[in-house]
């Protein structure tokens, strides 16, 4: 019996505990189009409450610092992004821009090649940082 109850209560509770997860990403994502950044930020954090692994709300994150002109917390978020999912194109394409903006040409160049190597959205962005990263590394 005992079993039983602890089953039932599982299954009254999880689907709440989903719809909470993925309630908070969605709040965020509209409160960021709102320019609320403040509050979208606090959305954001609270999905990665429950759930540490949510590489878009760090993407968001990094973005909301991005808006907000906050270099390091925005890297760092992006780095989670990319620790979390190697492949995720907006994360190292926007890293790669980040570190070309603080005139490390190498890290860009080197960000760059590597999206480069997985492109399937970002190929035509790629090739425009490029040649950016080209023309400020010869000033």
């Given at each position: 019996?005992?079993?039983?109850?602890?089953?039932?209560?599982?299954?009254?509770?999880?689907?709440?505990?989903?719809?909470?997860?993925?309630?908070?990403?969605?709040?965020?994502?509209?409160?960021?189009?709102?320019?609320k950044?403040?509050?979208?930020?606090?959305?954001?954090?609270?999905?990665?409450?429950?759930?540490?692994?949510?590489?878009?709300?760090?993407?968001?994150?990094?973005?909301?610092?991005?808006?907000?002109?906050?270099?390091?917390?925005?890297e760092?978020?992006?780095?989670?992004?990319?620790?979390?999912?190697?492949?995720?194109?907006?994360?190292?394409?926007?890293?790669?821009?980040?570190?070309?903006?603080?005139?490390?040409?190498?890290?860009?160049?080197?960000?760059?090649?590597?999206?480069?190597?997985?492109?399937?959205?970002?190929?035509?962005?790629?090739?425009?940082?490029?040649?950016?990263?080209?023309?400020?590394?010869?000033?």
């Amino acid at each position: 019996m005992k079993k039983f109850l602890h089953i039932f209560f599982l299954i009254l509770f999880f689907p709440n505990v989903l719809f909470a997860k993925s309630e908070y990403f969605n709040q965020g994502v509209k409160l960021f189009n709102k320019d609320k950044f403040e509050d979208a930020k606090f959305k954001f954090e609270q999905d990665i409450v429950f759930n540490p692994k949510s590489e878009l709300s760090y993407l968001y994150l990094s973005k909301i610092f991005n808006k907000q002109e906050k270099r390091n917390l925005e890297e760092q978020n992006l780095k989670t992004v990319m620790l979390l999912n190697p492949k995720n194109e907006e994360a190292i394409y926007n890293l790669a821009k980040l570190k070309l903006k603080s005139s490390d040409y190498n890290k860009s160049k080197e960000l760059n090649n590597r999206l480069k190597s997985i492109c399937s959205n970002f190929c035509g962005k790629s090739e425009k940082l490029r040649v950016e990263i080209e023309n400020l590394s010869k000033k």
